[in-house]
């Protein structure tokens, strides 16, 4: 393992963090390949990071794999990304029963096309028992439209009952606060992401496009979280 694994501390590894994954089709396009070439690297980048992460101990990893806005993409495009999430799904679920990490869909299923909801519900089910990590795949995702729905459920829920907080209606009530969020391609923005959850994320933004990003880029991004004095909108001295 390397120095920077060595170096971080385990009692103090971000719980949740999200990831923006982007720059696949920049990173295809700088060396003259079609777009989908560099979805396919994407994914081998996604399967070395899920690993990474697994190996310090995060609880939860969101991966932000496709989003409400993606179908303003190619027909093309947007095929091919389909076609691509059924089979990365079920060609790592022996990595995700060896490793006992639990899959999670995050986002509106009713959007997708019947043959990948299927294969989400297969791996959810497949793997809800399993006590490891807990990989949420944010697929037809959009915190807004998390948010709406999750009104639209608490306003429809029965007269008279505990209607409580409104993250008890969001599509993972138990999904913890984001506590690192990582962003690469060399945007700066949440582009409709987890925006409830990372009211107090710390965030790294890089320039690395997502194929290049390794897992020593990111154990660096959680050794410099680690760094972060986090006060939660109080004073040093306060509890938070």
């Known amino acids: 393992m390397s120095e920077i694994f060595d170096s971080i501390d385990r009692t103090a590894v971000p719980a949740h963090i999200g990831i923006i994954m982007d720059g696949n089709g920049r990173w295809a396009q700088k060396r003259n390949l079609p777009r989908t070439g560099g979805h396919k690297e994407g994914v081998n980048t996604a399967r070395e990071i899920i690993k990474a992460a697994a190996a310090i101990g995060v609880r939860y990893l969101t991966l932000y794999t496709f989003s409400t806005e993606n179908w303003k993409r190619t027909a093309e495009e947007v095929s091919f990304l389909m076609g691509l999430l059924k089979a990365h799904l079920r060609s790592e679920f022996e990595f995700y029963k060896k490793e006992r990490v639990r899959v999670l869909h995050l986002g509106d299923k009713t959007g997708l096309p019947a043959d990948v909801i299927r294969e989400i519900e297969s791996v959810e089910k497949e793997s809800r028992d399993f006590k490891g990590m807990n990989l949420v795949l944010a697929i037809n995702y959009g915190a807004r439209d998390e948010i709406q729905r999750a009104v639209h459920r608490m306003c429809g829920a029965e007269p008279g009952g505990e209607k409580g907080d409104i993250g008890r209606f969001f599509d993972i009530p138990s999904l913890p606060d984001a506590d690192l969020i990582i962003r690469t391609g060399g945007e700066k923005r949440?582009?409709?992401?987890?925006?409830?959850?990372?009211?107090?994320?710390?965030?790294?933004?890089?320039?690395?496009?997502w194929?290049?990003?390794?897992?020593?880029?990111?154990?660096?991004?959680?050794?410099?979280?680690?760094?972060?004095?986090?006060?939660?909108?109080?004073?040093?001295?306060?509890?938070?």
């Not at 949440?190 to 496009?209: C, K, R, V």
């Not at 972060?228 to 938070?240: A, L, Y």
């Open 190 to 209: 949440l582009s409709n992401f987890l925006l409830w959850h990372a009211a107090y994320a710390e965030f790294d933004f890089t320039d690395i496009l």
């Open 211 to 240: 194929p290049d990003y390794t897992k020593e880029d990111f154990y660096a991004s959680v050794a410099d979280f680690q760094k972060r004095h986090r006060r939660f909108g109080g004073i040093d001295g306060e509890k938070k």
